[in-house]
């Protein structure tokens, strides 16, 4: 195995472990406001960019499946796939429970077999975690090719020089830890992070991470490692580009209005196929 392939398996491996255990947990965190409005916004993209109707929409790297469950009971075709076994084991239990017809595969998001098969191609909260520069250009060149002519891709990034508390900013990076503490019915979520390793030049930190969880049946503790790869506005529109996107538009967060001073938390790319 070269050094390179060594590196590569070292960050899925982590990044498997997180949602294996995690991925979970983190699920019941999230408000169902926070995913309506990201589904708001996706069907704002399908009408207002794709150059016809949306109906096959393709998620990369799908997690327990909140965006495809989302878009199934809107009347979507949807296939959802993540190469983390439990999160597709979670997605497909949810879909039988909430009686919505998905497709479901377990695969890596750098390894698409698609051919021209779908309008719409969501790679959401992914590109950040993919192993390698290598990978991020080989997962975005292989939804290129996923795509029907015309089909758009909706990715996002979290933004390194978002101003405020967050786990992805330079603020956070470079004091060091971050805390957060989140509390939803019956479950208390205290996660502490602190950094590991930074390189500035590359753009890696590496989180050394203690989630802490006080369920009913008791206190689960886990100690992760997640890699974060902070990418710039101009990178990605390079990276977007390089993969065959001519046409690139980013939105700042999920509204979509541009506000006049966005936080730009998170930044979000709609990109056609010709
Ligand atoms: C932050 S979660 C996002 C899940 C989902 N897109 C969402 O927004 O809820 C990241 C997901 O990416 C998956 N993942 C990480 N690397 C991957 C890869 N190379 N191929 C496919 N899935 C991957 C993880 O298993 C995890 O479920």
Redesign the pocket.
């Known amino acids: 195995m070269n050094p390179s392939e060594n590196a590569r398996k070292t960050v ?1 491996k982590a ?2 472990s997180y ?1 294996a255990h995690l ?1 979970y947990y983190e699920e019941r965190t999230r408000s169902a406001e926070t995913t309506k409005r990201e589904l708001d916004f996706l069907e704002f993209a399908f009408r207002t960019h794709a150059a016809h109707k949306v109906r096959d929409v393709l ?6 499946g ?2 495809v469950l989302g878009l199934a009971h809107r009347g979507y075709k949807c296939t959802g ?4 076994f439990e ?1 597709v084991k979670m997605a497909a239990s949810r879909a039988k429970g909430e009686g919505v017809s998905l497709k479901l595969l377990q ?4 390894r698409l077999k698609f051919e021209s098969e779908f309008d719409a191609v ?1 790679a ?3 590109l950040f ?2 192993p390698d520069d290598e ?1 991020v250009l080989a997962c975005l060149r292989q939804i290129h090719r996923a795509l029907k002519p015309g089909g758009i891709m909706i990715c996002n990034i979290a933004n390194p020089f978002y101003e405020g508390e967050n786990w992805f900013s330079l603020k956070s990076i470079q004091h060091g830890h971050y805390f957060t503490e989140t509390l939803v019915p019956d479950m208390r979520y205290i996660s502490i992070d602190r950094v590991q390793d930074f390189d500035p030049v590359h753009g890696v930190a590496w989180w050394q991470e203690t989630h802490v969880i006080e369920v009913p049946d008791g206190v689960h503790i886990f100690k992760e490692r997640e890699r974060l790869r902070l990418f710039t506005y101009w990178e990605m529109l390079h990276y977007l580009q390089a993969a065959g996107f001519k046409e690139v538009k980013c939105y700042p967060d999920w509204e979509t209005k541009s506000p006049k001073k966005p936080k730009a938390e998170w930044l979000v790319f709609v990109s056609r196929k010709d």
Do not use: E, K, N, P
């Open positions: 899925q990044s498997r949602y991925g998620d990369v790297a799908c997690g327990s909140r965006h796939q993540d190469f983390t999160q695969g890596d998001s750098t969501l959401l909260y992914i975690l993919l990978s």
